[in-house]
């Protein structure tokens, strides 16, 4: 019986191993020009950390480059649409202990040869909770919230080019 076993347990953890990743983009989507992200918010400057993420994460973490719009095959366009901010904790003396920071994105990918687009979101959103520092003393600010979401949002927008619609 032993001799059954391992041949098959051998043959399951080469197969296991052979995965490999390949990108679900069309054919001739190779690069993409990733203009400055549009902030529709009242939150000033936002849309600068955001841009620079998603160029990073492209550059990363995709087989795409980065290009002027003249030479690019597709066009990433990201709007923010919604930054809000809600308590969502308080300690015994009703005093905000914790908050929500929630930004909220349309995205449109768009093959700049055939001038469709591949797939469009008008709600792609990240939530980050954090400690209000002003009443608990906690280490964590709005700024450093809204940087970990920026992360979030760029990779979730990546993931969605590579890995297909």
Do not use: H
């Amino acid at each position: 019986m032993r001799r059954i076993v391992v041949p098959f347990v051998a043959m399951f953890l080469i197969a296991g191993c052979r995965y490999t990743f390949s990108p679900n983009l069309p054919p001739g989507i190779e690069s993409v020009a990733v203009p400055t992200v549009t902030n529709t918010t009242f939150e000033y400057g936002i849309e600068q950390e955001l841009t620079a993420a998603i160029i990073e994460e492209i550059l990363v973490n995709s087989p795409l480059t980065v290009a002027p719009e003249a030479r690019a095959d597709s066009l990433l366009l990201v709007t923010i649409t919604s930054y809000a901010t809600r308590a969502v904790a308080y300690d015994v003396e009703e005093a905000v202990k914790k908050r929500e920071l929630t930004v909220e994105l349309e995205v449109v990918f768009r093959d700049l040869d055939a001038k469709r687009d591949l797939w469009r979101d008008t709600s792609l959103s990240e939530r980050v909770t954090y400690y209000d520092v002003e009443t608990t003393g906690g280490s964590g600010t709005e700024a450093e919230a809204y940087t970990e979401s920026v992360n979030l949002l760029a990779q979730r927008v990546v993931d969605r080019i590579v890995e297909g619609w």
